[in-house]
């Protein structure tokens, strides 16, 4: 299957294109859907890799990535299970610094002491994704009005260098 080229789906979505029959429509939509197949395919078998991007560097979460349980590994308050975690980036600061951020449910059973603000995780589990480990996170617990309790942890994203230009060296006026 061949893509639709940038310029297509800008001109399909902007509405420049009259159609003249409803056939064009169709093909049109047709092929939008089969793109969208593909392109849902190709991140479903990225979320799959356990490749280590860079030194330090998670794998991309597909937007939102789900999974049915995670563990997390504070280093004071040890593991802690997480019912439907769902792992997503989130918008870039104000500064332009990126983060990720995991939430889940606490089971109603698990009574340890809940880690808040700054902590330090020393590894994530979330099947699908290779996650982060030894890093400093935020982390806050919100509680709802049945008694449930939705755990977030959010940490600031290092975005791979990259490589600084190679220069020959330094010449001297002549």
């Given at each position: 299957?061949?893509?639709?080229?940038?310029?297509?789906?800008?001109?399909?979505?902007?509405?420049?294109?009259?159609?003249?029959?409803a056939?064009?429509?169709?093909?049109?939509?047709?092929?939008?859907?089969?793109?969208?197949?593909?392109l849902?395919?190709?991140?479903?078998?990225?979320?799959?890799?356990?490749?280590?991007?860079?030194?330090?560097?998670?794998?991309?979460?597909?937007?939102p990535?789900?999974?049915?349980?995670?563990?997390?590994?504070?280093?004071?308050h040890?593991?802690?299970?997480?019912?439907?975690?769902?792992?997503?980036?989130?918008?870039p600061d104000?500064?332009?610094?990126?983060?990720?951020?995991?939430?889940?449910?606490?089971?109603?059973?698990?009574?340890?002491?809940?880690p808040?603000?700054?902590?330090?995780?020393?590894?994530?589990?979330?099947?699908?994704?290779?996650?982060?480990?030894?890093?400093?996170?935020?982390?806050?617990?919100s509680?709802?009005?049945?008694?449930?309790?939705?755990?977030?942890?959010?940490?600031?994203?290092?975005?791979?260098?990259?490589?600084?230009p190679?220069?020959?060296?330094?010449?001297?006026?002549?």
């Amino acid at each position: 299957m061949t893509r639709l080229t940038h310029e297509r789906v800008a001109e399909i979505r902007a509405g420049q294109y009259a159609y003249r029959t409803a056939e064009q429509l169709d093909r049109d939509v047709r092929d939008l859907l089969a793109e969208r197949d593909q392109l849902l395919a190709e991140a479903a078998q990225r979320g799959k890799d356990t490749s280590v991007v860079g030194a330090g560097e998670s794998t991309p979460a597909p937007a939102p990535h789900r999974a049915a349980r995670a563990e997390l590994r504070f280093g004071v308050h040890g593991t802690i299970p997480l019912l439907g975690p769902t792992v997503r980036d989130l918008e870039p600061d104000y500064y332009g610094h990126h983060y990720r951020q995991i939430g889940g449910w606490l089971p109603d059973t698990w009574t340890g002491e809940l880690p808040r603000g700054t902590e330090h995780l020393e590894w994530a589990h979330v099947p699908g994704l290779v996650m982060p480990c030894d890093i400093n996170v935020q982390v806050s617990t919100s509680p709802t009005r049945d008694g449930s309790r939705y755990l977030t942890v959010e940490w600031r994203r290092e975005r791979p260098r990259t490589a600084a230009p190679q220069h020959g060296g330094l010449r001297r006026p002549a």
